[in-house]
């Protein structure tokens, strides 16, 4: 065997590449093996990426929204003084229900006692004052019909019993004006209701220049609840009133509290705004709920759940199964060759964690819902199923 030499040679890695003539299997076969040696191993491919899908089905989706206001009376009365006085009473209990009637407050009656009196001694007084002018006339009539006295006094007597009686009615106004005013002096309650705190204490001088606050009383049952609607949200109901044939004032109303309970007894709107406020751009509409224990009050702040009916066969997909890209929609399907594609979707009402789906998408379909950042347009995946639990591999 003849070797050429080393220092012509040319090297693979740290091995020199060697010659050898024909004949020789030894120098052939540790040829083989040195230029073996030289070959890159086979980069590793990984798996595909493992994602959780879910096949999508149709289903009948009930449909409601959610507004959100303040709860008022449908009679909020202030009590006020109509007379000045001082206030001598108050016989009621702040926070509680009163009757129609009940006396709440008393001011002090002398001063209108006595105007009592004054005006009912003047209404004495043009009393006396008219039959005296009546029993003028009758001395006087026949008088004037035998032409013993002038025609002139019997007319002056004629004309001093309309002035009498002009002047009887004038005292009769006054006195029933006084005991008006002495009336208000005991103030009662005008409605059934609620009453709140005294504005003012005993011994305090009311109703001087203006009539004074006393107290505020609301009716409790039923209760009111005000909310407004955006000008689309409320030609949105309008239309749907019209798919299920029934009407806005018909539709369930459930009172949700702040403090997460729902109200037991449902509702129903019995007003509508007659306009849009051009400023807000929003509808004032109001629901009625019954109050019977007296629980929800005035000023409390509450959502109001709107039930608008159901509709069938819809397309229903998780919020987190969505991407939105410039202001549109799109979902991650798998196909038949377990590849991964995107598709542009357009999107209904959301109902609590889902949308339902108008167009894009078709019942049998398998939508990506967990691993969307680790998929690519056409690349291969592993689709699991949500919810189940992969076989562990040995």
């Not at 003028?136 to 013993?148: F, H, S, T, Y």
């Not at 509409?285 to 007296?294: H, L, Q, T, W």
């Amino acid at each position: 065997m003849r070797l050429l030499d080393w220092r012509n040679t040319k090297t693979c890695g740290s091995f020199p590449s060697v010659l050898v003539e024909k004949g020789s299997l030894a120098a052939v076969g540790f040829t083989l093996l040195l230029l073996g040696a030289c070959k890159k191993p086979e980069p590793l491919v990984p798996p595909p990426p493992r994602v959780q899908v879910i096949e999508i089905k149709t289903s009948n989706v009930p449909l409601s929204t959610t507004l959100i206001g303040q709860l008022d009376s449908p009679q909020n009365v202030e009590v006020r003084a109509r007379v000045e006085g001082f206030v001598d009473k108050m016989l009621f209990t702040e926070g509680v229900e009163v009757k129609q009637g009940d006396v709440l407050f008393e001011l002090d009656k002398k001063p209108y006692l006595e105007k009592l009196a004054g005006a009912n001694g003047t209404l004495a007084e043009a009393r006396a004052a008219l039959n005296k002018s009546e029993k003028d006339v009758v001395r006087l009539k026949p008088l004037a019909e035998r032409r013993a006295i002038p025609q002139q006094d019997l007319d002056n007597a004629l004309a001093s019993v309309d002035v009498a009686e002009a002047g009887v009615a004038t005292a009769q106004a006054r006195v029933e004006s006084t005991q008006i005013d002495l009336g208000y002096c005991t103030v009662k309650a005008p409605i059934t209701g609620l009453i709140g705190a005294q504005q003012v204490s005993i011994g305090e001088l009311v109703g001087k220049g203006e009539p004074t606050l006393l107290a505020t009383m609301s009716t409790l049952d039923p209760i009111w609840l005000y909310c407004t609607v955006s000008e689309v949200e409320y030609l949105k109901a309008e239309q749907r009133s019209k798919e299920h044939a029934k009407q806005v004032a018909t539709w369930p109303v459930t009172l949700l509290l702040s403090n997460g309970t729902e109200h037991p007894d449902q509702g129903r709107f019995v007003f509508i705004d007659r306009a849009v406020d051009v400023k807000t751009g929003t509808l004032r509409v109001r629901a009625e709920f019954p109050n019977k224990d007296k629980k929800l009050r005035p000023g409390m702040f509450a959502r109001a759940r709107v039930d608008l009916g159901t509709r069938p066969d819809c397309i229903t997909i998780p919020e987190r199964a969505l991407v939105e890209i410039q202001g549109k929609a799109f979902v991650w399907i798998v196909t038949k060759e377990n590849t991964a594609s995107q598709r542009p979707i357009k999107l209904g009402d959301q109902v609590g964690s889902t949308y339902i789906v108008l167009d894009g998408l078709a019942a049998g379909e398998r939508l990506i819902v967990e691993g969307l950042q680790k998929v690519r347009e056409g690349s291969p995946i592993n689709p699991v199923t949500a919810g189940a639990t992969p076989t562990a591999k040995p």
